[in-house]
């Protein structure tokens, strides 16, 4: 189980870093002009024609909130992408958090939530710790909560963006790896740990399903039969291959939001990976193409891939992550 589940983190990684460069194209016209080759990892490039960064706002109270450190300066400008100087293979923010989690968990023996909102709390004031541009919604409410005086586990708020599952394949690796072995403790701690900066049902309920699909597939189970018993709510295989009929930007695009918003970019999510179940790469590269965001529906499609498929060793290789924590992502 450890194994599968150690694949499945990596997965997940290597999604995120595929897709970080077309991360949030809406004009898939655009994405292909700008990259038309996918063959491994790719570095973004200004201009990013769908960004929003130009009226996306951020004013912390006061300098115990500012969390976007010497990034601030490209907010509120046109055509500036979101990660514009993570090189080739880089992973986005919520995923290099998902690194220090397993990184915690291994060093401590254990998960204790007050010791990852303490070690979230340092990562995140630090200004030499990440230089992605852009920083979600919920981290931005999380700190002005914080600066103002409400308690570090009190400060997650009402989120139901898929990014919430990014550290979700990070949290069962380390848990594996320190021979925890109670599924539903497992369970447990994955939902208050997404509870800690997501306190939504649909983000609660997709991060549970998402770590009981991953359990089973590491205990031997087909996708099919982990849908039917942990995904049913969110789809199933009988409509996955009606689906499958059609090109991936008509499902997730087009019958599905390809945004971030809960519960469609979860069932999009599912989708992919059960179309792509035995092709990782073809997975990975299929869910970036279909632009918006692919680097959060990373979590659900690289960690299911990577849990059921070896990885394909010119991606692993290509992964700053891989190469910077190589003993302890693999054991």
């Known amino acids: 189980m450890n194994a599968s589940l150690q694949n499945a983190f990596l997965g997940s990684l290597i999604a995120d870093a595929a897709a970080m460069p077309v991360h949030w194209y809406y004009d898939t016209q655009a994405l292909d002009r700008d990259y038309p080759d996918f063959s491994i990892h790719t570095a973004p490039k200004n201009p990013h024609p769908d960004s929003i960064l130009w009226r996306s706002k951020y004013n912390p109270g006061n300098k115990k909130a500012d969390i976007l450190h010497d990034q601030a300066q490209y907010w509120g400008k046109r055509g500036v992408h979101y990660h514009q100087f993570l090189p080739a293979g880089s992973n986005t923010l919520n995923y290099r958090l998902a690194i220090e989690l397993y990184r915690l ?3 401590r023996g254990e998960y204790q939530s007050e010791e990852w909102l303490d070690t979230y709390l340092q990562l995140m004031t630090d200004p030499d710790w990440s230089q992605d541009t852009y920083v979600e919604e919920y981290h931005r409410a999380f700190f002005d909560r914080w600066s103002k005086g409400t308690a570090l586990k009190d400060c997650g708020i009402d989120d139901l963006h898929i990014g919430g599952l990014a ?3 990070a949290l069962l690796a380390g848990l594996s790896s320190i021979g ?3 599924t539903e403790g497992w369970i ?9 900066t997501h306190k939504n049902r649909f983000a609660l309920d997709a991060s549970e399903a998402l770590a009981r699909i991953l359990i089973n597939i590491a205990a031997g189970k087909t996708l099919d039969h982990s849908l039917e018993t942990h995904g049913k709510a969110w789809g199933n295989a009988l409509q996955f291959e009606t689906w499958s009929r059609q090109k991936d930007r008509m499902i997730v695009g087009r019958q599905l939001t390809p945004a971030c918003y809960l519960p469609d970019s979860f069932s999009a999510s599912l989708y992919l ?3 792509y179940q035995s092709d990782f790469k073809s997975g990975i590269v299929a869910n970036a193409l279909c632009g918006g965001d692919n680097c959060h529906r990373g979590a659900v499609v690289g960690s299911i891939l990577g849990a059921l498929n070896s990885l394909p060793e010119d991606w692993l290789q290509g992964l700053v992550a891989a190469r910077q924590i190589h003993e302890e992502i693999r054991g």
Request: proline share 5%; no cysteine.
């Open 105 to 107: 968990i291994l060093d």
């Open 167 to 169: 550290t979700v394949p």
């Open 273 to 275: 990976a059960w179309k």
């Open 188 to 196: 447990r701690i994955v939902r208050g740990h997404v509870d800690l």
């Open 180 to 182: 925890y072995t109670d």
